[in-house]
C-alpha cells in the first residue's frame, strides 16, 4: 500500500472539517421569535442556503468516504473495528438528510404561503431520525478511539464525544422547545464535529505494532 492510498482516509476526514466550517459558516441563522415552517421559509430563501448547505453535503460524503477508508485499510486497532463501522454506516445514511436538508429550499414558497412543502418535510422528519443515531454513533466511536489513543490525543476524542451529544440532543430539543433559542447546540455540534475530523486527520490513528516487529522486540529485549 503506497503512502498516498495509506493515507487518503485521513485526507478526506480533513477536508471534510475544513468544508463543513466553511458551510456551517454560511448558514442562515435563526432566532427562535417565530414557528418552526416560518422560521424555515426564511432561512430557505436566504441566498446562502444553497451554498452553504451543498458544502454541508460534500463534508458529510467525505466524512463517510474517510471512515470506510479506514475501517477498510484496518488502520484502527481491532477493538475500534465496530464502532468505527456503525460510525461509517451511520454517516453514510446521514447523508441523505443532509440532502434532504439542502433540497428543502425548493419548498421555500410553498413554506411561507402555508402550502404542503414535501421535501422540507422530508428533512425535519429525517433529521429528526438520524440527527440521535448519528450522535450516538459518533459518541461511541469516538469513544472507542479515546480507548486507542494515548496522552494529549484523547483530547481529540473527547472533541468528538461533545460533537455527538450536540448532535444527538439538537433537533429533539427543538421540537420539545420551539420557542428555546437553541441555534447553538446546532452550531457547536457541527463546529465540534468538523474540529473533531480535522484533528483525528492530522493525528492519524495509533501506531499498531506488526507481527514482524514483535519478535524483534523481543529479542533486543533478551
Known amino acids: ?3 498516498l492510498s495509506r493515507h487518503a482516509w ?27 415552517r416560518t422560521e424555515l421559509a426564511t432561512m430557505t430563501a436566504d ?3 444553497v451554498p452553504g448547505h451543498a458544502l454541508i453535503v460534500a463534508s458529510t460524503v467525505l466524512l463517510a468516504v474517510g471512515l470506510w477508508l479506514a475501517y477498510r485499510g484496518r488502520v484502527w486497532p481491532e477493538q475500534t473495528r465496530r464502532p468505527l463501522l456503525v460510525g461509517a454506516a451511520a454517516v453514510s445514511v446521514y447523508v441523505l438528510e443532509t440532502v434532504a436538508h439542502l433540497g428543502a429550499a425548493v419548498d421555500s414558497q410553498a413554506l411561507a404561503d402555508g ?3 414535501p421535501v422540507a418535510m422530508t428533512h425535519l422528519g429525517l433529521s429528526i431520525v438520524l440527527y440521535p443515531i448519528t450522535g450516538w454513533a459518533i459518541v461511541w466511536m469516538a469513544y472507542a478511539f479515546a480507548r486507542a ?7 481529540v476524542a473527547a472533541v468528538g464525544i461533545v460533537a455527538g451529544f450536540m448532535q444527538i440532543f439538537s433537533v429533539p430539543v427543538s421540537m420539545i422547545l420551539p420557542d428555546a433559542e437553541v441555534s447553538w447546540l446546532f452550531a ?3 463546529m465540534s464535529l468538523a474540529l473533531f475530523a480535522i484533528l483525528t486527520g492530522l493525528v492519524g490513528a495509533p501506531r ?3 507481527r514482524d516487529e514483535v519478535p524483534t522486540r523481543a529479542l533486543a529485549s533478551a
Open 149 to 155: 489513543w494515548v496522552g494529549w490525543r484523547r483530547g
Open 1 to 3: 500500500m503506497n503512502t
Open 47 to 49: 441566498d446562502r442556503w
Open 115 to 117: 402550502e404542503s412543502a
Open 188 to 190: 457547536g455540534s457541527a
Open 10 to 36: 485521513r485526507v478526506a476526514l480533513v477536508l471534510s472539517g475544513v468544508l463543513l466550517v466553511n458551510g456551517g459558516r454560511l448558514h442562515p441563522s435563526a432566532d427562535a421569535e417565530d414557528d418552526l
Open 208 to 210: 499498531q505494532t506488526t
